[in-house]
Structure formats: C-alpha cells, structure tokens
C-alpha cells in the first residue's frame, strides 16, 4: 500500500505541489481582496493599532500579498518566496494578530 502511494507522489509530484502553491496563495489572495474591497477599514484596523502611517502600511502589505499571490500561483522564485512568506507572516502576527494579548473568556 505504501508503494502505491509513493508511486503515486512521484508520478504526481508537479501537480500536486501546484495545488500545494495555489492553496498557499489562496489565503493571500483572500487578504488582499478584503483589503482591496475595503481599503477604509484596513487602514482603520492599522490604526488601532497604532502603526504609522497606517495608509503606507496597508499599501505595503497589500503589495506584498499580491506579490506573494501571484509568485506562488505562477511559480516564479518559489524559494525565494518562501523565505518571503515566512518573514512577512512573522512580522504580521507581531505587529497587528497579537492574540496573546487577547482576554480569554468573559
């Protein structure tokens, strides 16, 4: 049964790390389209965070989920992408998902 698999990983590989990178991309593409729909309420939400200017920061981000998006749907730089991915959800849960400071319960 494992050779059947591993038969089939291999056999399958290119499509299935294509599916792998547009389910990736799928949650940027996500994020910038609620930001693009309502660019108001992302720069309010950086402004409660206190993130200046909070207009630029809205922008940066929004530039680099497209970026993120568009690299991993097409493929191009996908390690380089990676490490990008990886710095820029770091950096996000940071600055503005800080949920350790959220109260638990009522």
Avoid: C
Wanted: hydrophobic content about 60%; overall charge neutral; proline content about 3%.
């Amino acid at each position: 049964m494992l050779s059947w698999a591993a038969g089939f990983a291999t056999k399958s590989a290119d499509a299935l790390i294509l599916i792998g990178r547009i389910m990736l991309a799928w949650v940027f593409v996500g994020v910038a389209y609620g930001a693009i729909a309502n660019f108001a309420g992302s720069v309010a939400y950086f402004t409660s965070q206190k993130l200046f200017p909070p207009d630029f920061g809205r922008g940066v981000a929004l530039l680099l989920e497209l970026l993120i998006s568009t690299s991993l749907i097409l493929g191009i730089g996908t390690r380089y992408d990676a490490i990008l991915v990886l710095a820029f959800v770091v950096v996000a849960t940071a600055i503005a998902h800080r949920y350790w400071e959220f109260h638990a319960g009522p």
